[in-house]
């Protein structure tokens, strides 16, 4: 926490001087640190998710389970399948760590030629769906007239309803002039 970038922008934003020793940056100090006990408890949170959801697809894959030998944590019996240990990911905050956590990042396992085969066809499933939809979407979908083009698309059947009450003489005049 830089005390004086947060000093020079309150004062910019508000106009207010804060001192360095203002209880304001107590304050802030205790918020950081909730704030990062917080985050560290929601990135273990997705990390466990993260690796039942890896184990689930490599089951689901016809895979077999990863070996886990920093972990003997067991997925939940009441799933089908057999019990395998998570599989070790690298966290979301491993390429840019809080000031002062102390985090590790685990080794991620290497992936198969299978796995690979299955990305790739699950983004080329992808790609396909978003062209399909591009392409459904242009082809059912006619851009509407804008409220100015409606308006001035009433006012010409106005014109035109005005026109052919004129009797014939002052209508062909009139048209005439609308020609030029």
């Known amino acids: 926490m830089d005390q004086q970038k947060l000093r020079t922008l309150v004062f910019e934003k508000t106009g207010v001087r804060i001192d360095l020793d203002d209880p304001v940056f107590a304050l802030v100090a205790l918020n950081e640190a909730v704030l990062e006990e917080a985050v560290e408890r929601h990135i273990a949170a997705i990390d466990s998710a993260t690796r039942e959801l890896v184990q689930h697809a490599r089951i689901a894959g016809g895979l077999p389970p990863a070996s886990d030998a920093h972990t003997s944590a067991r997925i939940s019996t009441d799933t089908p399948g057999p019990a395998v240990p998570p599989v070790p990911l690298v966290p979301a905050h491993a390429a840019a760590p809080l000031p002062g956590a102390s985090l590790s990042a685990p080794s991620l396992p290497a992936m198969t030629r299978h796995e690979w085969r299955l990305l790739g066809a699950a983004a080329g499933v992808a790609v ?43 209508r062909a005049e009139v048209q005439a002039q609308l020609q030029k």
């Open 128 to 170: 396909l769906s978003a062209l399909l939809v591009l392409a459904g979407q242009a082809a059912f979908s006619q851009p509407g007239p804008t409220p100015a083009q409606s308006q001035a698309l009433q006012e010409a059947q106005r014109l035109t309803a005005a026109i052919d009450k004129l009797d014939p003489k002052l």
